[in-house]
């Protein structure tokens, strides 16, 4: 994959193409907090991950999650 | 049990520019940090609002957020800023070496019955062993979790939240980058030469 401009970069980590480290040492950035006003300023959407791997994720997550979830009549 | 495990700074970074770190408090678990994390997120500006978000939360949680600590967090922290910078250019994925000591040292300190939750954004986490019973859980996952379980009305606004604060900031980096202080007349050539930081 051939990433020559910064755009280029910016949209191959919101295509979820490249990881964040990637982008950043690209881009000679210095660290995630950059990394994400890099993408704001260029307009470009945060990486979200395939709908199938959230589905996944959720279904093993939710359980717990609600498991200890404070409701508001436990202490939290 | 269940612990919540954050090993890369991508989800605090999130849930702190849009000011919502109190979303990890509706949880009645522990949460564990890497002090590479807490050293990252507590270096730069004073003014970067996620800064300033993470350390109120950070000092209010007590004994509910234990950071672990690291061989590589602590020599990082002995490191001088322009030297940390030239480590990075040249070891891109030395982040990647730290998230594996933090997932060994978690391995070790909790019970081997634990459910651990581990939210992350750095795809190299999928490739760590935290424990047997381990869970993992993008952002973004935990976030349509939240709309789904009512803590939250949209987990898309939450994230266009986010964004729209990236680009104010930005532009606030810009602006004062623009501003000379003191008055004086303002040298943009020296952007030109600068290597990046």
Redo the contacts between chains.
């Keep these: 994959m051939d990433l020559v401009t910064p755009h280029d970069v910016l949209s191959a980590y919101a295509q ?1 193409e490249i ?4 982008a ?2 690209s ?8 990394l ?6 260029a ?1 470009h ?2 990486p ?2 395939a709908e199938a ?2 589905e996944a ?2 279904a ?3 359980p ?7 409701d508001g009549r ?3 | 049990m269940l612990d919540l495990v954050i090993p890369d700074t991508g989800p605090l970074i999130t849930l702190a520019l849009a000011d919502r770190l109190d979303l990890l408090d509706r949880f009645r678990c522990p949460i564990l940090v890497t002090d590479m994390i807490h050293a990252e997120l507590t270096r730069g500006p004073d003014t970067a609002p996620d800064k300033a978000a993470f350390e109120r939360w950070y000092a209010g949680r007590g004994n509910r957020v234990q950071t672990v600590d690291t061989l590589y967090g602590t020599m990082w922290r002995e490191l001088p800023e322009a030297t940390r910078r030239t480590i990075k250019r040249q070891f891109p994925n030395a982040g990647e070496e730290s998230i594996r000591e933090f997932a060994a040292r978690v391995a070790d300190v909790l019970p081997g019955d634990d459910q651990i939750l581990v939210l992350f954004e750095e795809d190299k986490v999928k490739r760590m062993t935290f424990g047997r019973h381990v869970h993992l859980l993008h952002t973004w996952a935990f976030l349509v979790a939240l709309e789904r379980m009512g803590v939250i009305p949209s987990a898309d606004d939450l994230l266009k939240q986010v964004e729209d604060r990236g680009r104010m900031i930005a532009r606030d980096v810009y602006e004062r980058r623009a501003s000379a202080e003191g008055g004086g007349p303002q040298d943009w050539t020296g952007d030109y030469d600068r290597r990046p930081a």
Excluded: T, W
């Excluded at chain 1, 994400?36 to 300023?41: R, T």
């Design positions: 979820a990881s964040a480290d990637d950043i040492a881009l000679g950035l210095n660290g995630v907090r950059d994400i006003l890099a993408m704001a300023e307009g959407h945060l979200r991950p791997d959230v994720q959720l093993a997550a939710m717990l999650l609600l498991s200890v979830l404070n436990g202490d939290a």
